[in-house]
């Protein structure tokens, strides 16, 4: 039988075509080695299935779903791009399954031309898929080829895996780093093929460590950790109730005077933290986030090979949680979530960060018409769940400001809106603005009850997003907080801290989501536990820094990647670099820590 590879170049052809799409309106490189690995990639897979699959009908439903598979893939990764700014994983496409035509309509999910387009394209290809009466056929001397293919790989896992893992810079910027961990899922497709990382992240088994050897390093780090030092802010607010509010989408530049007075009157008039910053750690980051906040560990274990921890840890008990260290102080712990209980399984996981008592919508007494996106009605839960004993802990996590930004629920407030904005605002701007206004209304009728209780003047609130509004179109939430959504500025927010009896302070110091553990427990609880946090108490004279998604690091001004140019005062950049090195150290260390269950009364040395 005469050579027959028409399946295989169609199929390459088109799959190149693709590639060539996304590189034009991703961050991939379309010159380079990546490119060349991917078409590698493409005629290897299409020689073995033509060596494996030799009926035609065999070989019609492969090349059917596998040119199905990378259309979905694609436009998978372009809808993913606008969120996150980051490829899709084998992990995160776990999210996939709480897609409803609801949600859908809610997220303002659009059918793009550009979807349409390669759907129109995918459809031709299927049909000449369909309509070919021949095999490919591969002859002989093709094998050699084959084998080619194969050495080239081996090659590629030789060079990946020459080194060990180790805490060491040299370690961190280099190949098997980025392959391993693949934190820069960009530069991973750039430099070594889009095909090539999704079948590597679909494909290869997790990484073997020596977990002794690891045990031993995480007892000696935290046995060497220099214990948390009293300061001036140290019990200033011994034993007050604490209201920790989780506030979905919140970007603290919308605080407005007129739209939002309380929030206004507590960013001004309490502790606010402006060099702050709120990393967006891929899907799942509103749990994620959650997480840094409430036990001070990195949540980045889940930025490409887990879902997000409250999937991969949820059974894992976290004692050093701010509310298992309250729990040891007297306090009564409540967490109320303004969603449903299977979401991120949190009706698991805060029972384990040892809350008391865990509620969500479905809890609600049937008779109460419950709206999630009216934050207003997370009032429902202090009614019925709490007995404003004091002294109290009580995290909430509010959904009303959460995307998409098409009218809704909360239009009865255009007109406060008005009043303040006379010029024509985008819509998506003025709906997430109506979402502000909730949730300022809710607060001050939180303050309304407390007072009612008798408890108020003896509450510290603590207020911090999970992740800036990203289902706000870029462009129009760029222009409108004229910010540049390009660099770290994207990431920065403030951290409100409000008492009644605080005196009004700006705080200068560096610090982000998982910090915020330990600066609320030196308010109210000195005497907690600081020796299992990686975060820092942000009222310390120590020095701080921001590890972000990438895996760069900034002080503020200045931002040092591992794979790309240093941007920042030449002067900073050689102990920038150190510190990176420690923070990626300890973000491995958090890693384990979780992956280990260290917790266990059989890893840690207390």
């Keep these: 039988m005469k050579r027959s ?59 059917s779903l596998f040119v199905l598979l990378w259309t979905i893939v694609g436009i998978a990764d372009y809808m993913y791009h606008g969120y996150f700014g980051m490829l899709t994983t084998r992990a995160n496409a776990q999210g996939l399954s709480f897609m409803s035509a609801e949600l859908t309509v809610e997220y303002d999910l659009a059918i793009l031309p550009a979807v349409l387009g390669a759907f129109l394209v995918f459809t031709l290809l299927l049909f000449f898929i369909i309509r070919r009466k021949t095999p490919d056929v591969l002859k002989r001397q093709d094998y050699g080829f084959l084998l080619f293919l194969v050495f080239v790989h081996v090659v590629m896992l030789a060079h990946f895996n020459r080194y060990e893992e180790d805490y060491s810079m040299d370690y961190y910027q280099s190949d098997t780093f980025l392959y391993n961990e693949m934190y820069d899922t960009y530069g991973f497709a750039s430099d070594y093929g889009y095909y090539y990382y999704h079948l590597l992240d679909l494909l290869r088994l997790p990484n073997t460590y ?154 609600i007494e049937h008779s109460v018409a419950y709206d999630p996106l009216l934050d207003t009605n997370m009032l429902h839960f202090m009614d019925q769940f709490v007995a404003y004993e004091t002294p109290f802990y009580i995290n909430l996590l509010t959904y009303g400001l959460h995307g998409g930004y098409q009218p809704a629920v909360t239009d009865h407030h255009n007109p406060l809106i008005d009043s303040v904005h006379q010029d024509t605002l985008d819509e998506s701007i003025r709906v997430y603005l109506q979402k502000m206004i909730e949730f300022d209304i809710f607060l001050a009728e939180l303050i309304s009850r407390l007072q009612a209780e008798g408890v108020y003047d003896d509450t510290l609130f603590t207020i911090y997003t999970d992740h800036y509004p990203f289902m706000l179109d870029k462009t129009v939430y760029e222009s409108f907080l004229d910010i540049d959504t390009t660099n770290h500025e994207l990431y920065q927010q403030s951290l409100i801290l409000y008492h009644p009896d605080m005196e009004a302070t700006q705080f200068d110091k560096i610090g982000s989501t998982i910090d915020v553990a330990p600066t609320l427990l030196n308010l109210v609880y000195a005497d907690a536990d600081f020796k299992y946090f990686f975060g820092q108490d942000l009222f310390s004279n120590a020095s701080n820094y921001v590890l972000l998604p990438d895996l760069s690091i900034i002080d503020g001004d200045n931002r040092y990647y591992l794979n790309k140019p240093y941007q920042g005062d030449s002067d900073q950049k050689a102990y920038l670099k150190a510190r990176l090195e420690l923070y990626i150290t300890n973000y491995l260390r958090s890693k384990h820590v979780l992956r280990l269950n260290f917790f266990d009364t059989n890893n840690t040395d207390d």
């Design 210 to 363: 020596d977990d002794a050897s690891i045990i031993e390093d995480l007892n000696a780090y935290f046995d060497q950790k220099t214990p948390h030092q009293a300061n001036a802010y140290s019990n200033m607010f011994q034993g007050a109730n604490v209201i920790q509010i989780t506030v979905e989408s919140f970007d603290t530049r919308f605080i407005d005077p007129v739209l939002t007075p309380t929030l206004y009157t507590m960013l001004n008039e309490g502790y606010r933290f402006d060099n702050y910053y709120v990393p967006t750690i891929s899907q799942g980051a509103t749990c994620n986030s959650e997480f840094m906040a409430l036990t001070s560990l990195y949540a980045y274990t889940s930025h490409a090979h887990s879902n997000n921890v409250c999937y991969t840890y949820q059974d894992t008990f976290f004692p050093y949680s701010v509310a298992a260290q309250l729990n040891q102080a007297g306090y009564n712990t409540y967490y109320f979530h303004s969603g449903y209980a299977w979401f991120y399984q949190r009706e698991t996981l805060m029972p384990n960060m040892d809350f008391e008592t865990v509620k969500f919508i479905e809890d």
């Design 5 to 63: 590879m028409y399946f295989m170049i169609f199929v390459f052809v088109y799959t190149m075509l693709l590639r060539i799409l996304l590189s034009l309106t991703l961050p991939l490189k379309l010159f380079g080695l990546g490119i060349f690995i991917d078409a590698l990639v493409i005629i290897g897979i299409g020689m073995f299935v033509t060596l494996i699959l030799r009926k035609l009908w065999m070989q019609k439903v492969f090349y």
